[in-house]
C-alpha cells in the first residue's frame, strides 16, 4: 500500500540576519526530517543558478500551506517600507499572498500560517495577516511540542477534537428512547422480559414485564446521556393473582430515586430526573418477596410491569 503523500510546504522569510536564517532553517530541518512534511526552503536550492522569482512562484502556486516566518525586516518588506534595493524576494513572495488572499480570503487564510519563532513577537506578522483576528503559531521551541499547533492546521487533526454529538436531551416524542427496546440492557433476571402490557385496561406495547418470580431488575447503562425517565408502573390486567401488591423502585447511581406501591387496577406514573446519571436500576417486587432484589427471600410469583418506559 502506498505511503500518503505528505502535504508541500513553502517558507517565505526575510533574511534578517545569520542568526534568524538559521532558525528558519532548524524549523525547516526539523518538520521535513522529524515530521516528515515536504519542505521547500530557498537555502536548501542555493547550489544552482536559477530565476528566484520563477522557483518562488513555482513553489507559492503549488505548496498547500506557506509559513509566513515574522520578522522585523519581513514585516518592513511585506509591507513596502525599507531601501527597494533590499528584500526583493521577500518582497515578491509577500505581493504574492497578498493577492492570494483578495483572490478567495477563506482559502488563502487556510493556507497562509503566519509563524512566530523563539524570540520573535506576534508585532513582526505582516498587519495584512491579520494577526490578531486570525490564528497565529507561536513555537517557544523547535521539537514535536513546539509545532504541534503548526501540524494540526496542516493535518487537521488537533489536540482538542470535537465529540460526536449525542442524542438530543429536550422534551418531545421525537427525543424518546423506549427503554423495553431500544436502549441495551447491562443486565437483568431471567423472568424479566420486553413485551406488551396491559396495565389499568391501558394497552403499553413497549414495556419490561416480570412473570414467574417474585422479584425482578433490570440495570441500563445511561452513560450520561439522558435527563428523564418516565413510566408507568402497576400489576398486569391479566394476573392470576389480582390481589397482589407490587413496589417498583428506581436507583440512579446507586442511590434510590424513586419507589411507588401499587395495587391491580390503579397503576402509578414515574418521573425521574436523571440528567447526567451513568447507571440506572429498575426493580420491582410482589410485597412480601424482600425489600430488593440484593436480598433473597420467599414469595409467590409476581406479573408486573413498567409501562412504557421511556428515556429522553
Known amino acids: 500500500m502506498a505511503e500518503p503523500k505528505p502535504p508541500l510546504v513553502f517558507v517565505t522569510y526575510s533574511q534578517d540576519s545569520p542568526e534568524h536564517m538559521a532558525q528558519v532553517a532548524r524549523l525547516a530541518t526539523h518538520l521535513r526530517a522529524r515530521i516528515g512534511l515536504d519542505v521547500r526552503l530557498d537555502q536548501w536550492d542555493d547550489h544552482v543558478r536559477m530565476d528566484w522569482s520563477l522557483w518562488a512562484t513555482e513553489h507559492l502556486d503549488r505548496a498547500d500551506f506557506i509559513l509566513a516566518v515574522a520578522s522585523p525586516a519581513y514585516k518592513q518588506r511585506a509591507e513596502g517600507g525599507g531601501p527597494a534595493d533590499e528584500g526583493r524576494g521577500a518582497r515578491f513572495e509577500a505581493a504574492r499572498l497578498r493577492d492570494m488572499l483578495t483572490k478567495n480570503l477563506r482559502e488563502a487564510t487556510e493556507r497562509i500560517l ?46 482538542h477534537p470535537m465529540p460526536e454529538r449525542g442524542r438530543w436531551l429536550g422534551t418531545g416524542e421525537r427525543t424518546r428512547l423506549r427503554l423495553a427496546d431500544e436502549v441495551p440492557w447491562q443486565a437483568h433476571d431471567p423472568q424479566v422480559r420486553s413485551a406488551a402490557a396491559d396495565l389499568g385496561r391501558v394497552r403499553y406495547e413497549h414495556s419490561i414485564v416480570l412473570r414467574g418470580q417474585a422479584r425482578g431488575v433490570v440495570d441500563v447503562d445511561l452513560g450520561g446521556k439522558y435527563a428523564r425517565l418516565t413510566s408507568a408502573a402497576g400489576v398486569l390486567d391479566d394476573a392470576r393473582e389480582p390481589f397482589q401488591v407490587g413496589t417498583f423502585r428506581v436507583s440512579v447511581d446507586g442511590r434510590p430515586a424513586a419507589e411507588v406501591t401499587v395495587t391491580w387496577g390503579v397503576p402509578a406514573t414515574i418521573d425521574v430526573n436523571v440528567t447526567g446519571a451513568r447507571r440506572l436500576r429498575l426493580e420491582m417486587s410482589r410485597r412480601g418477596a424482600g425489600p430488593s432484589p440484593l436480598h433473597p427471600g420467599a414469595g409467590s410469583p409476581a406479573a408486573l410491569a413498567w409501562g412504557d418506559p421511556a428515556l429522553f
Open 114 to 159: 503566519p509563524v512566530v519563532l523563539p524570540g520573535r513577537s506576534v508585532e513582526e506578522i505582516p498587519s495584512f495577516l491579520n494577526a490578531y483576528s486570525t490564528t497565529h503559531y507561536r513555537i517557544h521551541r523547535i521539537d514535536d511540542d513546539g509545532v504541534a499547533g503548526l501540524l494540526a492546521a496542516m493535518t487537521g487533526k488537533g489536540a
